[in-house]
């Protein structure tokens, strides 16, 4: 996998995880299309012709190999990127003694009952979290509230 050991966050045990769930098997450490499908996402030319714009990635023509490539590592580094930015905003919550699953100063995690403040899930609070960042105005993986452009 492309995500380097300095980011410090375990995405490819997460990205495991998910493909795990699913019905059918996934090659989501070479193939766009599949890491797209593990995330819920559109995986059409279409859609990869537009996020490889969004993400400034220029490698070949849209729906060659080498664009999905490059579309594939640029779509890692930012999940990398908003594991980083949530692991930030999960230390401040700490240091300001709020509750790490969603930030509310008058409870800890181990008392939330809110849904992962990361993932959103149901099924666990952030410290058992393996999953990539939900947004929870979206709903999309890989960016979290303040920096969702779908709101606009």
């Known amino acids: 996998m492309d995500i380097s ?4 966050h375990d995405l490819e045990a ?4 998910l493909s795990g769930k699913r019905h059918e098997r996934l090659d989501w450490q070479h193939s766009v299309v599949d890491l797209l499908k593990l995330l819920d996402l559109d995986y059409g030319v279409q859609f990869r012709g537009w996020l490889a714009d969004t993400l400034d990635v220029r490698a070949g023509p849209v729906g060659s190999a080498k664009q999905n ?3 594939r590592k640029a779509i890692i580094k930012e999940l ?3 594991e980083i930015a949530w692991t930030e905003m999960r230390d401040a919550r ?5 509750c790490l699953n969603c930030g509310h100063p008058r409870h800890w995690e181990h008392r939330c009952q809110a849904r992962c403040g990361k993932c959103l899930h149901f099924s666990h ?4 979290c393996g999953y ?3 947004c929870i105005g979206c709903g999309h993986i890989g960016h979290m509230l303040r920096d969702c452009q779908g709101l606009e």
Do not use: I, K, W, Y
Request: hydrophobic share 45%; proline share 4%.
């Open 69 to 71: 490539n490059a579309l």
């Open 14 to 17: 997460a990205f495991a995880d």
């Open 132 to 134: 990539p960042v939900r």
């Open 125 to 128: 609070t952030v410290s058992q």
């Open 94 to 98: 700490f240091r300001n003694g709020q």
């Open 5 to 8: 050991a300095s980011e410090g």
């Open 80 to 82: 990398a990127a908003a």
